[in-house]
């Protein structure tokens, strides 16, 4: 019996690997040309189901892939269109499904419906609806619509509509809805929602609309809505709704609609309705209680408790010492004004 070889074997194994493939495309769904069993193997297509080597034009209605990826078009327009679970590296123009797990790279975008972890990377944009959790990085922007965990790098804008935990850095601006916690830097704006922790830096203001702990840093202005403790920096500005306790310094005005506290520095005004500790400004404090010590053009107080040192001091209650070139303390009825020294011990 003869060997048969040559064409006639290639067209025998063709044959007989019919239906084999006729089987593997219908419980893979899809359209699609699949090498290998049980859908794992090789597949060049749409299949909805698969583990192995997948290459695709346009990705629809997907189920479940793990392993290689690769997608070489958009995704189709139609929303509905683009889901299933992407494991290991999916590679593309515009990687996009449900969740993308693992290494996605998108030469125009990486967009996940619901969750985005591992590395993640575009030089346009990464998107996620959900959570976006490792390495992502967007050449223009890193969006999510969930919360942000690990080192998150936006060109321009790195945003989360939850918390943005880890490193987040951006060109403009870093904004997180919600909390805002970790190494946080912008070259213009780092905007926190709720809570700011950690080392909070930017070029124009760094801002949160809740507290704010750690360095907080700004070229102009460090503004919280809440209390503000740690080393707190802003070129023109420090301000916080609430506290301010740590060291606190600007070419302009330090403020708080509570106290301040620790080591204070203000160009032009210290501002509080309680201030403690040190506090050093060219032309004023100003201040309903003091306690500790100040330097400053114009001691301007309620109750002090404590030493200020100025051009003018005035105190509506002295319990300490006025040194300056006038001194008044309302509360010493005989020598209400006094120059060079005022005090009032008892």
């Known amino acids: 019996m003869r060997n048969v070889s040559g064409p006639t074997a290639a067209l025998l194994l ?37 583990k192995g080597i997948r290459l695709n034009w346009q990705d629809r209605d997907v189920q479940r892939v793990s392993g290689l990826n690769i997608t070489l078009w958009k995704p189709p327009t139609e929303e509905d269109a683009v889901t299933g679970d992407f494991s290991g590296i999916n590679l593309g123009l515009a990687p996009a499904g449900d969740r993308l797990h693992g290494l996605t790279v998108g030469i125009a975008a990486v967009v996940a419906r619901r969750d985005l972890a591992g590395i993640s990377a575009s030089p346009i944009a990464v998107v996620s609806n959900g959570n976006a959790r490792g390495l992502n990085f967007g050449g223009l922007a890193l969006v999510t619509n969930g919360a942000l965990h690990g080192i998150n790098i936006g060109g321009l804008a790195t945003v989360s509509n939850e918390d943005a935990v880890g490193i987040n850095l951006a060109g403009l601006a870093t904004v997180a809805n919600r909390n805002l916690r970790g190494l946080n830097l912008s070259g213009l704006a780092t905007v926190g929602n709720g809570d700011v922790e950690g080392i909070n830096v930017s070029g124009i203001a760094t801002v949160s609309n809740g507290g704010m702990r750690g360095l907080n840093l700004a070229g102009i202005a460090t503004v919280s809505n809440g209390g503000m403790r740690g080393l707190n920096l802003g070129g023109l500005a420090v301000v916080s709704g609430g506290s301010v306790s740590g060291i606190s310094a600007t070419l302009g005005a330090v403020e708080a609609g509570d106290e301040i506290r620790g080591f204070t520095a203000g160009g032009y005004r210290v501002k509080a309705p309680r201030v403690s500790g040190i506090s050093a400004s060219v032309l004023r404090l100003q201040a309903d209680q003091l306690h500790g010590f100040s330097v400053a053009g114009y001691n301007q107080v309620g109750v002090q408790v404590g030493v200020a040192i100025g051009i003018y001091n005035r105190a509506r209650e002295l319990h300490g010492w006025q040194l300056g070139l006038l001194n008044r303390a309302d509360n010493n009825r005989t020598f209400r004004y006094l120059p060079l020294v005022n005090a009032h011990l008892h």
């Open 14 to 50: 063709a044959i007989l690997a019919v239906p084999s493939s006729v089987h593997a495309q219908r419980e893979c769904g899809g359209a699609a040309l699949n090498l290998g069993a049980e859908c794992t193997g090789i597949s060049i297509g749409n299949s909805h189901r698969w």
